[in-house]
């Protein structure tokens, strides 16, 4: 049973290092691994920035789309083998110092 449960958890953490796959990997029901300078200012700004989402011309928002940001869940223990070294954080542009798993809750 935990082998599965793994797996399946596993496969739904994806490791982003642009903006632009933040709120879609989300949407997708995924927890994101991000390069984040570890700031509380920037944790809540990646909260308000990923629930919002920018509607094109003519487009009109689904009721059922989740307005709620992600929120910091942990600082994996065991970090990404690469490190953060060269990434600027998701948020700010500063160099990152750590990876940060975020998500949503449903």
């Given at each position: 049973m ?5 797996k ?7 490791k982003?290092?642009s ?5 879609p990997s ?6 994101i ?8 200012k920037?944790?809540d700004?990646?909260?308000?920035r ?8 003519g ?6 789309a989740?307005?709620?940001g ?5 600082i994996?223990?065991e ?15 500063k160099?990152?110092q750590i ?5 949503r809750?449903?």
């Amino acid at each position: 049973m935990f082998t599965r449960a793994k797996k399946v958890y596993d496969s739904h953490v994806v490791k982003i290092t642009s903006w632009k796959d933040v709120v879609p990997s989300l949407d997708a029901k995924n927890l994101i691994l991000v390069p984040w300078c570890n700031e509380s200012k920037c944790e809540d700004d990646i909260k308000e920035r990923s629930g919002k989402r920018e509607l094109a011309e003519g487009e009109t928002e689904d009721d059922r789309a989740p307005s709620m940001g992600a929120k910091s869940l942990c600082i994996p223990f065991e970090q990404p083998s690469e490190g953060v070294e060269g990434l600027d954080c998701i948020q700010c542009g500063k160099k990152a110092q750590i990876w940060g798993l975020f998500g949503r809750s449903y």
